[in-house]
C-alpha cells in the first residue's frame, strides 16, 4: 500500500503543477462532464488518497477519532496548504467549499478504511469506532 500512497502523492503534484501552470489536466473533461464535477472531483481524489495513506501507515493515530488518524491528518494538511497555495496562483481560485469537499472526502474514505481494516483476516489489531 506504502507504493500506491506514494504514486498517488506524485500523481496529486503532476496534477496540481499542471493545474497551476494553466495547463490543461486529463481530469478537465471528466471534471467538466458531471454537475458540480470540481466537488467530487475533491471527494474522490483526497478522500481515495486518504484510504491508501491509512494504510501505508498502519493505521497510527493520535486517538480514537477519524480526524486523529495519521493518514487523515496528512492529506488534511495537505490538500489544505494546496488550497490556500491557489490564493497566489492566477490560474486558480480559492474555494472554501474545495476545502470542504476535501474534508468530506478524507473523513468518508478514513472510516471506510478504518472498518475495511477491522474486517481484515490479516490485520488482529483493530481500530474500534
Not at 481515495?48 to 498502519?58: C, I, P, Q, R, T
Not at 477519532?65 to 491528518?73: E, F, K, N, T
Request: hydrophobic fraction near 55%; charge should be positive.
Amino acid at each position: 500500500m506504502k507504493y500506491l500512497a506514494i504514486f498517488g502523492l506524485f500523481l496529486l503534484c503532476f496534477v496540481q503543477s499542471r493545474a497551476n501552470a494553466g495547463e490543461d489536466v486529463l481530469v478537465e473533461s471528466i471534471k467538466n462532464s458531471i454537475p458540480f464535477g470540481d466537488k467530487v472531483g475533491h471527494f474522490f481524489m483526497y478522500g481515495l488518497l486518504a484510504f491508501v495513506m491509512n494504510f501505508a501507515l498502519k493505521f497510527r493515530s493520535f486517538g480514537k477519532s477519524l480526524i486523529s488518524q495519521h493518514g487523515a491528518v496528512v492529506i488534511l494538511m495537505l490538500s489544505s496548504a494546496e488550497e490556500f497555495n491557489q490564493i497566489f496562483v492566477a490560474t486558480r481560485t480559492f474555494s472554501f467549499l474545495d476545502l470542504a469537499a476535501n474534508l468530506c472526502g478524507v473523513l468518508v474514505f478514513t472510516w471506510l478504511a478504518v472498518k475495511v481494516n477491522s474486517y481484515s483476516m490479516f490485520n488482529k489489531q483493530t481500530i474500534s469506532l
